[in-house]
């Protein structure tokens, strides 16, 4: 099976490119856990993506998307193939990581936890504090930097998560799932934070979804993936400008977007169904 990397049309676009070069070169990657009964994850995938650039990674449930996203961030080898990324000077995380189960240290104030990395990274604590307390005004948490995690709601947690993956300074954040436990008022309104935190930081962003109404809001570029083993079937360009309004969703062209892409998702989603 080849690899097939095509758009959907659409009018023109002034999404800001804002740099060209590549955050990560992925060439012909393919992952093969090797156990009792081997599982082929994910299959030959070849895909540039642009530094500053927010990528939404859909596809059938068990279709390799984690493993994708994993193996960008080098927590995963690939089996096949290689993925180049763009180098970080200093002391910076390549990329920061974050997950649907927030992560955050149950041991350590809110504001110790948006500091953490700054604090790995030999940031002195006046200026890390300074920066953890800005990070925890842009999510709505300034008035909680000292209360432990058990004392926030789950939508709070994944605030003081997010934060803490954009104050690291690394210039690429992988979140795989990272909305996906919140109830639906609440995601709604991390959605439209999520993508002001991206607009006035510009770092690369790779999200795992299953949504695509998500991925559209958020995305500059939607990376459908087939059922296992995961290929990339279509990588769609997000014709939307920014900065993106809440009540794109009722835009004619999203609407026609989100049913041609779910068109697209549900052949795959039977096809994973059928073999399971
Ligand atoms: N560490 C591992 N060892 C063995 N198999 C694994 C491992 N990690 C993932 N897999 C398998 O690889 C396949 C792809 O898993 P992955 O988690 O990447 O899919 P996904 O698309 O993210 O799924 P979901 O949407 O359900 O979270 C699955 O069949 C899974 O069981």
Redo the contacts with the bound molecule.
């Keep these: 099976m080849s690899t097939s990397i095509h758009a959907i049309d659409g009018p023109a676009t002034d999404t800001p490119r804002s740099d060209p070069r590549l955050a990560f070169r992925v060439r012909n990657v393919s992952k093969v856990?090797v156990?009792q009964s081997n599982?082929h994850?994910v299959h030959d995938v070849s895909v540039d993506l642009e530094a500053g650039s927010f990528t939404c990674i859909v596809?059938?449930?068990?279709?390799?998307?984690?493993?994708?996203l994993r193996m960008l961030g080098g927590l995963e080898k690939p089996t096949l193939g290689t993925i180049e990324s763009e180098p970080t000077s200093g002391k910076l995380p390549p990329a920061a990581f974050v997950f649907q189960e927030h992560g955050i240290f149950p041991w350590l104030s809110v504001l110790e936890n948006v500091a953490f990395g700054l604090r790995m990274a030999g940031v002195s604590r006046g200026e890390r504090e300074a920066t953890a307390k800005r990070w925890l005004g842009y999510v709505g948490l300034e008035d909680f930097a000292n209360s432990y995690p058990h004392q926030l709601s789950g939508g709070m947690k994944q605030r003081a998560a997010i934060a803490r993956a954009f104050v690291t300074g690394s210039p690429t954040l992988l979140m795989d799932?990272p909305l996906g436990a919140l109830d639906a008022q609440t995601r709604r309104l991390m959605q439209e934070q999520l993508i002001e935190l991206w607009e006035r930081d510009r770092k690369t962003v790779v999200l795992?979804t299953?949504a695509i109404d998500e991925a559209l809001l958020l995305g500059d570029r939607i990376v459908l993936?087939s059922a296992?083993p995961?290929q990339i079937k279509e990588s769609i360009e997000v014709p939307f400008t920014h900065p993106r309004r809440p009540d794109l969703e009722t835009h004619p062209e999203f609407v026609d977007m989100k049913q041609a892409i779910w068109e697209s998702l549900r052949e795959e989603v039977e096809r994973s169904v059928q073999h399971s």
């Design positions: 856990f156990g599982v994850a596809g059938p449930s068990g279709c390799g998307k984690s493993t994708l799932e795992v299953h993936m296992r995961g």
